[in-house]
């Protein structure tokens, strides 16, 4: 749920964790959901996935137009968790943004329970909403790509 503090997610993907983990650490995987509906062209990926790691993705538009993302990995506990800072074109210059973590909790079925937070940053309650409804859609399409690898 959105707040002016930031946003807490959860889902419950039917995956095992490695899997996850790596949905969100290969490019290649990570451009199949990242931008929901939106194309995230593989060359436009960097995922430097280790602290002090960079990373970046962007989406591009119907129209054409590029949304870029950005940050920096803070840390990486592999399969676990991952912290990261995530920055946009609406971000001040320099300012590191938000700091998200994502964290993948093994449920001993093949299933993987998937806490997500985003918080800090200079965003107004009306931003974080939006960007909760973007997350919640990314995650849409990152269960179904999990199902589909499942195949």
């Known amino acids: 749920m959105a707040s002016t503090s930031g946003i807490d997610l959860s889902r ?11 949905a969100w650490t290969q490019p290649e995987r990570f451009a199949t959901w990242f931008g929901a509906a939106l194309d995230v062209p593989l060359d436009k990926v960097l995922l430097d ?14 129209d054409g137009a590029e949304l870029p993302f950005w940050g ?17 074109h609406s971000s001040d210059d320099g300012a590191e943004g938000e700091l998200v973590t994502a964290a993948f909790d ?11 937070q985003q918080i800090g940053g ?8 939006e960007a909760e409804a973007g997350w919640n859609g990314f995650f849409d399409h990152l269960a179904a790509h999990l199902t589909e690898g499942a195949r």
Do not use: C, K, S
């Open 106 to 116: 093994d449920l001993g079925d093949g299933r993987t329970a998937m806490p997500f």
């Open 49 to 62: 996935v280790r602290p002090g790691g960079a990373w970046h993705a962007t989406m591009i538009t119907a």
């Open 122 to 129: 200079n965003l107004t309650a009306d931003r974080y909403a």
């Open 12 to 22: 419950v993907l039917d995956a095992p964790r490695e899997r996850v983990y790596e």
């Open 72 to 88: 920096e990995y803070q840390e990486v506990v592999r399969p676990q968790r991952l912290m990261f800072t995530l920055a946009d």
